[in-house]
């Protein structure tokens, strides 16, 4: 298992662990970083970590790419918190984002789906869309959002489980893509 070499500082298992790997979870990562630089950073924090804490893996608890996509999802929400303190702000409707895809059909559809899904996150309570902000955009945990906003832990659970289920009511089950 590459993880148990890494752990013993071998540099070879970590080059194929990157070369299996670090394609797929740059995507990954992407899907929450708004530029490539942002990512790339990410995924490189993704690794040192590893590197240093792959003696930390517990097999019991998950699979390895599972251990592997929680530390990057991690450090890309990390990454977005520092790009907002930075002053880089952006609003929660510039990360309803769809990745251009060449065909002018595809992109004309790509772009209808976003517009209606700025307008679904719009017509949420101010309570459940602040929620799916921190939660989704800022990367906050439940406990988290309900120490910030001094609620308690079953409310935000709540409030997101409600504008989850108002945006779902926005679309049929063909409109949104399937998850990678």
């Known amino acids: ?30 899907k929450i970083v708004p530029d490539e630089w942002s990512a790339e950073e990410a995924v490189q924090d993704v690794y040192r970590q590893l590197w240093f804490q792959a003696s930390t893996y517990d097999p019991d608890r998950s699979c390895p790419s599972a251990w592997l996509y929680t530390i990057a999802r991690s450090r890309a929400f990390d990454t977005l918190r520092r790009i907002k303190r930075s002053g880089c702000q952006t609003s929660l409707e510039d990360h309803v984002g769809i990745s251009e895809m060449g065909n002018p059909q ?7 789906l976003r517009q209606r899904m700025i307008q679904a996150l719009a017509a949420l309570p101010p309570r459940q869309r602040q929620a799916i902000d921190l939660a989704f955009y800022e990367g906050y945990t439940h406990t988290e959002i309900a ?22 009511e ?3 089950p063909g409109d949104l893509p399937r998850a990678a």
């Open 1 to 30: 298992m590459l993880l148990k070499e890494i752990a013993q500082n071998r540099q070879p298992a970590m080059e194929e662990l990157w070369s299996l790997t670090s394609g797929r979870l740059r995507r990954y990562v992407l």
């Open 170 to 172: 926005t679309f049929s």
């Open 147 to 168: 120490a910030r906003i001094g609620v308690p832990l079953g409310t935000v659970k709540t409030r997101i489980r409600s504008a989850l289920s108002r945006i779902g």
């Open 106 to 112: 595809q992109e004309h559809e790509a772009n209808s």
